[in-house]
């Protein structure tokens, strides 16, 4: 049997993971939802009889010592990812951890020399990087074989009055690294502050270019009226322009369109690469989470460590949430 302890029952654990957890064993029998954990007991309840897991505690160290895991979801506030992720990690388990796993690229490095020195497998859970339509979207870009020019990625939020909206603009910036499958160079980011609606709320726009030679434009506006997700992605003759299906929005099922130089236009729906058309099948929540438990299960020497690949968009996101104008890649090291 396979035993998934949770810890952190919160709102995007509810929405998010909790589902692909339930799905998950559903689909493999031989997978126990062992125990989920979080300080407030009646929440850890609720998530235990919402989602079917067998117990639930209000301490994560009684958990892990009595139910013996063979992986742990960590999905938990960036001030609390790290100390929390090195104790599990310590202790020998697997983990999972929601993004960002980190505030800055310090913590990732404490993460990433316990993770070696332990010998454990870490995925950061990027969900964009596991959206079955993103997913489509970079095989297509991959098997076109030309260069890469431009990708544009546009990320709107209606009312989001955040202090801190760098944990979502994570989301954007780490998708579009992984779509270009390279390295950022440099980035300008600029600013639209709006203290009339809270401290440090703003729209943020980044452009720049990336080790390839591509160049980009990301676009966040969290306070839009529309809650979307949307990429375009050019190359020497192809142009390729997807609509994500994010948090039920005016998207769903969301579509991928790629039209070549003679105009030939191919369109794949986002609901033929699904079960169900449920956020967390089309916002890549269960992928993230199946593929890194199958690799656990299939008895692989092979590591996993995703710490590394996440250090540049962790270096942006602390960028802007210090609103700052520029990110050079190993500047700061």
Not at 259 to 266: I, K, W
Request: hydrophobic letters at 35%; glycine letters at 6%; aromatic letters at 10%.
């Amino acid at each position: 049997m396979f035993r998934i302890c949770v810890i952190g029952c919160g709102n995007m654990s509810q929405s998010g993971h909790g589902p692909s957890f339930a799905k998950y064993r559903a689909d493999y029998p031989d997978v126990s939802l062992a125990a989920c954990c979080d300080l407030d007991g009646e929440k850890a309840r609720a998530y235990r009889d919402r989602f079917g897991f067998a117990q639930y505690y209000t301490d994560y160290r009684q958990m892990l010592d009595e139910i013996r895991p063979d992986v742990v979801s960590l999905i938990s506030p960036v001030d609390l990812t790290c100390p929390l992720a090195v104790d599990i990690m310590k202790r020998g388990y697997d983990i999972i951890m929601e993004k960002p796993p980190g505030k800055n690229r310090a913590e990732i490095e404490i993460m990433d020399s316990v993770a070696k020195q332990y010998g454990v497998n870490v995925r950061c859970a990027f969900n964009r990087r596991y959206t079955p339509l993103i997913e489509a979207l970079v095989r297509r870009v991959r098997a076109s074989g030309e260069r890469l020019i431009n990708i544009t990625y546009q990320l709107y939020r209606w009312h989001r009055y955040d202090r801190d909206f760098s944990t979502t603009a994570i989301h954007a910036v780490d998708a579009v690294k992984y779509i270009a499958g390279s390295d950022y160079d440099t980035v300008h980011l600029t600013y639209d502050h709006h203290p009339e609606c809270g401290e440090n709320v703003k729209n943020i726009f980044l452009d720049g270019t990336f080790e390839n030679g591509a160049v980009f434009q990301i676009t966040l506006i969290p306070l839009g009226g529309a809650v979307t997700e949307r990429v375009t992605v050019n190359t020497v003759n192809h142009s390729f322009f997807v609509d994500l299906p994010m948090w039920e929005n005016i998207d769903v099922p969301g579509r991928l369109v790629e039209v070549t130089d003679s105009n030939h236009c191919e369109t794949v729906m986002g609901d033929t690469l699904v079960d169900s058309t449920e956020m967390f099948e089309v916002s890549g929540f269960y992928n993230e989470n199946r593929l890194f438990f199958e690799h656990l299960r299939g008895g692989s020497n092979e590591i996993v460590n995703d710490l590394q690949s996440a250090v540049q968009s962790v270096e942006i996101e602390d960028c802007i949430r210090h609103s700052l104008p520029l990110y050079k890649k190993d500047a700061s090291r």
